[in-house]
């Protein structure tokens, strides 16, 4: 049963699952918009807006916490040098979701996902 459980399952188990939003995270970082199904731009958002949150505080603690995290370097540098400073006056909603149609193959609504 499914009682009180949070979270979209995306018809995937639980490793692939994790896998595909830490590429999403990822990739959303380094190239700060993608297009994606709205499922995964919606389950990926609270993700990224936390990561962001914890990369305002430019220390150590905020690098080792991006690293478990993120898939590569570059990404971690660019959250705590560009993108935390980018938003230390605000407190939350650092992204927007546009929805952009649906996908020709199989109707899949698909959005595109960027930092404000």
């Keep these: 049963m499914r009682h009180r459980k949070n979270g979209k399952t995306l018809d995937r ?3 692939p699952r994790k896998a595909l939003y830490r590429n999403l995270a990822t ?3 380094l190239y700060e918009h993608i297009n994606t199904t709205l ?3 919606k389950a990926v958002r609270p993700i990224v807006e936390r990561l962001v949150t914890v990369s305002k505080d430019k220390s150590l603690t905020s690098r080792r ?3 478990t995290y993120l898939m590569v370097e570059p990404a971690v540098n660019k959250m705590l040098e560009e993108i935390g400073p980018r938003y230390t ?10 929805k952009l149609g649906t996908r020709q193959g199989d109707g899949a ?3 595109q996902i960027q930092f404000v």
């Design 13 to 15: 188990k639980n490793g």
């Design 27 to 29: 990739s959303l970082v």
């Design 39 to 41: 499922a995964k731009a």
């Design 65 to 67: 916490k991006l690293n």
């Design 89 to 98: 006056g605000r407190d939350g909603g650092y992204l927007r979701i546009i």
């Design 109 to 111: 609504e698909i959005a």
